[in-house]
C-alpha cells in the first residue's frame, strides 16, 4: 500500500551545493538565547514571569543575515519536499492496530526526527461483519429452500470465490429463522499463522407475499403437504374472535407509561433495591 507525505527535510550543507549555512563564519551568525522572559498578566493587578521562545530565532538561538541565507531554505535549514511512503499490512492485520514508520516524519536540525504511525481502520463491509479472525453474514432462503432443501452458492466471499451449501430433502435438515450454521476455516486469516478464523451465516428466511395461495385448493394442498398439527384445542366456556393488527411495532409496547419494561426491556436486577430501605445513620 502506498501514502504520499509531505515533510520537512534538512538541506546538505555543503559548499556549492543548494545549501551553504554551515559555510558562513562564526561571526556572521547571530546568537541569541533561544528563549526570553516576559510578564504576563493572569488577573487584576497580577502578573506573572514566564519563559518563552525567542522570536528573533524562534527558540534555535541562532539567526543568519538575510543577505547569506540560502535561497531555497531562506535560512532556515529545512525545505519541503514529497514523497510516497510504503506501508505493508501484515494478513489478519485488526482494527486499531498501528503500522509506525521509524524516522520518517519531519526532520529539524540538531534533532532525531520522529515516527509517522498509521492507525488502521476498517472499512464496513456490506456482506460481512468481523469479530476477531471469525466473519458474520447473513444467509438469504426462500421458505420453499428452508423446508425443501437447496444446491447452490450461498455467498461470494472476500476473494471471490463461491461458497456453495447442499441442504438435501426429504430427511434433511429444516433452516429455521435465526439459526446459526458454522462453516470452519472460511474467516479472516491470524497473523503469523496458517490458520483461519470461522464464518457463520445467520439463516434468513423470506416468505412469500401476502395473497399467494389464490384459492382454497391451493391452501389444502399445502396444509396436506406440511405435519400435521397435533397440539389439542384447549376448550373454553366463552369465546371471542378478535381482529389483529398485522404489523405492529414492539416499540408501541408500554410507551409512554415509565415502566423499565415498556418497548419489550426487562427488569434489571438492582440489589440495592432488593435489600429494602435502609436506616439513616444518625
Known sequence: ME?????????????????????????????????KQVLRQVGPGLV??????CGNCQGSGQVIPEKQ?????KGKKVVETKNVLELYIPRGARQGERIVLAGEADQLPDQEPGDIIFTLTETPHDVFERAGADLRAELKVSLVEALTGFNRVVITH?????LKLNVQQPNGNVLRPGQILKIEGEGMPMKRSDARGDLYLVVDVEFP???WLKNDAAVQKL?????????????????????VEWDADMEEYGAGSGDPRAG????????EEAEGPQCATQ
Open 209 to 211: 407475499e401476502d395473497g
Open 158 to 162: 472476500l476473494d471471490g470465490r463461491g
Open 3 to 35: 501514502r504520499r507525505a509531505q515533510r520537512q527535510i534538512l538541506v546538505l550543507p555543503v559548499v556549492g551545493g543548494v545549501c551553504q549555512f554551515l559555510t558562513l563564519h562564526l561571526t556572521t551568525i547571530l546568537t541569541f538565547q533561544g528563549a
Open 48 to 53: 506573572t514571569q514566564e519563559t518563552v521562545p
Open 69 to 73: 541565507r540560502c535561497k531555497k531554505c
Open 264 to 271: 419489550g426491556a426487562e427488569w434489571e436486577d438492582d440489589d
Open 223 to 243: 396444509r396436506d403437504a406440511l405435519p400435521k398439527d397435533e397440539k389439542s384445542e384447549e376448550k373454553h366456556e366463552e369465546e371471542e374472535e378478535v381482529d
